[in-house]
């Protein structure tokens, strides 16, 4: 992963790779992201915006998904115990997942999709218009939108699409991985794909999209081959304010249920974390 606040915190490491520059260039595969940015310029301002995106964009980002799914698998035993298998047979206890290995663990990309679709971890999004202009009409049957311009904006919120009951089913507010495995649903959804935006779409799709995949798949993966139960504990360990408020409890959908207490900013975090008490597995490498 990224590794942060090297070379911003401390000048020892910042020397170090101004010494590298000066001797000779980085190859791509050597160094930090903060290395090859000391490489290219010198404008500390610039860096810092630099590595403030790539932690927001790349690091914020995948650990929301990471604890959303840990969360997930810690309430539903049934997932998780499947998934491990899912792991277990396919990956040597101890040894890394490859590429290949990771494309073929369906259950577990079943399960990222899930937890990308009801807790995306960038849950808004915004475009403005350049110009006046209309959206496209959803059927033939509505007008077109007018949209003024130039700098009108609108703001749309992936978290509340993926949990409309018109476009995903009755069962929008449920964890179910096994819909991503559902032939018929799958072909439903390929057919537009605006439907499932945790990446966002188009041409603006999120440039590290695979990456993201890869590193939380192999995550998940080195985490299960050690560790084979998962329990909440926010009510018993988790810092006072971690649970929803009572009131929550009034509410339609999945605020009338939920253990943890799901916020924003910028991306999509567990207020007071997500407590949970992993149980080593006798089987790990
Ligand atoms: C689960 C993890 C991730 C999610 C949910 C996510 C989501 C998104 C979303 C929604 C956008 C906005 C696209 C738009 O405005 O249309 C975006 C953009 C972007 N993401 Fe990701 N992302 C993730 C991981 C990563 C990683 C690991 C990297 C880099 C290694 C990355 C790099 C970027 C970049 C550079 C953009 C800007 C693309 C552009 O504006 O053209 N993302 N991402």
Same mark, same amino acid.
């Given at each position: ?104 663990? &369906?259950? %577990? ?6 937890? @990308? =679709?009801?807790?995306?971890? !960038? *849950? ?97 993966? &080195?985490? %299960? ?6 329990? @909440? =504990?926010?009510?018993?360990? !988790? *810092? ?46």
């Amino acid at each position: 992963m990224v590794h942060c606040g090297r070379s911003l915190n401390g000048s020892k490491t910042r020397r170090k790779s101004t010494t590298k520059l000066l001797t000779r260039e980085l190859s791509l595969e050597e160094g930090s992201l903060t290395d090859h940015l000391v490489e290219s310029t010198s404008d500390v301002k610039l860096i810092r915006d630099e590595l403030m995106n790539i932690l927001v964009a790349a690091r914020d980002t995948t650990a929301s998904l990471l604890t959303f799914m840990c969360y997930f698998l810690a309430i539903h035993p049934e997932v998780l115990k499947r998934l491990r298998e899912e792991i277990l047979t396919l990956v040597a206890p101890g040894e890394s997942p490859s590429y290949e290995d990771i494309r073929s663990l &369906k259950y %577990l990309r079943a399960c990222l999709n899930e937890t @990308l =679709r009801l807790f995306p971890p !960038a *849950p808004n999004n915004e475009r403005a218009s350049v110009k006046a202009t209309t959206l496209p009409r959803a059927s033939p049957l509505e007008k077109p939108y007018y949209m003024p311009g130039p700098h009108t904006t609108i703001i749309y919120t992936f978290l509340l699409m993926h949990r409309r009951k018109d476009l995903w089913g009755e069962d929008a507010d449920d964890f179910l991985p096994d819909r991503w495995l559902d032939e018929k649903r799958v072909q439903e959804l390929n057919k537009d794909s605006f439907r499932f935006l945790p990446f966002n779409a188009g041409p603006r799709v999120c440039l590290g999209k695979d990456f993201a995949y890869n590193q939380a798949s192999f995550v998940m993966v &080195k985490l %299960l081959q050690n560790f084979d139960t998962f329990e @909440l =504990r926010q009510k018993q360990d !988790a *810092p006072e304010g971690a649970v929803p408020p009572e009131f929550w409890k009034k509410s339609s959908g999945r605020a009338a249920y939920e253990q943890v207490w799901p916020r924003s900013a910028i991306t999509v975090y567990a207020k007071g974390g997500v407590w949970i008490h992993m149980g080593m597995s006798r089987s790990r490498e």
